[in-house]
């Protein structure tokens, strides 16, 4: 089975501190790991997956097979950051189904 | 463009009664997903259509919930003899197709379910 773990419900940074969300998972076989961002009063949308290596809006994410994670990393936290964020896992010939974790609320103040 | 709408936005009804869900996809995407977010819960699959094929269900968590995609587009949930612990948020997605490459997954403002 698999399984997406997001330990903290709620992260709370100052704006400019590190920000790293966590998200560990299990599966058997390769996975696609995936984050999602919710902004208030908007939709889940993609904020960025493993394949493309890319960062976006600050944010990066390297997957790490032995530990099995994928922690969501940012330098420097802006207000606008705030949001819900989710991790998800898509497996080999799963049809792009997603497993997603709890979510983690990411809160920047001032 | 215009993107996956849902209707209704929020849906009250008693126990035992049946409701309908309705979400419209992307136009030209042929991978639909439904999805179901409990309070305090993760987003749960529940269902995926991809063109012509056989709906993959193995999410649906009861027999009372069934799922159509009519001509390939529009898709109606529908849940029978509603309980409490079907009140959630249900969230329809979808993407250009799905299959062993995932394709970025267009998710729609949701449903909201009480069951009083």
């Known amino acids: 089975a698999q399984r997406v773990t997001q330990p903290e419900k709620l992260l709370s940074v100052f704006k400019g501190a590190p920000v790293e969300l966590k998200c560990n998972y299990s599966y058997s076989g390769s996975p696609e790991l995936f984050w999602y961002v919710q902004y208030s009063r908007q939709r889940l949308q993609l904020l960025l997956r493993?394949?493309s290596r890319e960062s976006i809006k600050g944010f990066t994410a390297d997957l790490n097979k032995g530990e099995t994670s994928f922690h969501l990393k940012k330098p420097f936290a802006q207000e606008e950051d705030s949001a819900m964020y989710y991790c998800a896992l898509s497996g080999t010939g799963t049809a792009s189904k997603l497993t997603f974790g709890t979510g983690t609320r990411l809160q920047v103040t001032l | 463009g215009a993107g996956v709408s849902q209707s209704p936005s929020n849906k009250v009804t008693e126990k035992g009664k049946d409701v309908e869900l309705r979400c419209d996809p992307i136009?030209?995407?042929?991978?639909l997903y439904w999805y179901r977010q409990s309070l305090g819960q993760g987003l749960e699959f529940l269902i995926y259509?991809?063109?012509?094929?056989?709906?993959?269900k193995s999410g649906l968590p009861s027999d009372r919930f069934s799922a159509e995609r009519t001509g390939g587009s529009v898709s109606t949930l529908t849940i029978q003899r509603t309980q409490q612990e079907d009140s959630a948020v249900y969230l329809c997605?979808?993407?250009?197709?799905?299959?062993?490459?995932?394709?970025?997954?267009?998710f729609g403002p949701g449903t909201r379910l009480t069951v009083t």
């Open positions: 493993h394949i």
């Open positions: 136009s030209g995407h042929t991978a």
């Open positions: 997605a979808s993407s250009i197709r799905g299959g062993s490459f995932s394709y970025e997954q267009y």
């Open positions: 259509f991809q063109g012509n094929s056989a709906p993959d």
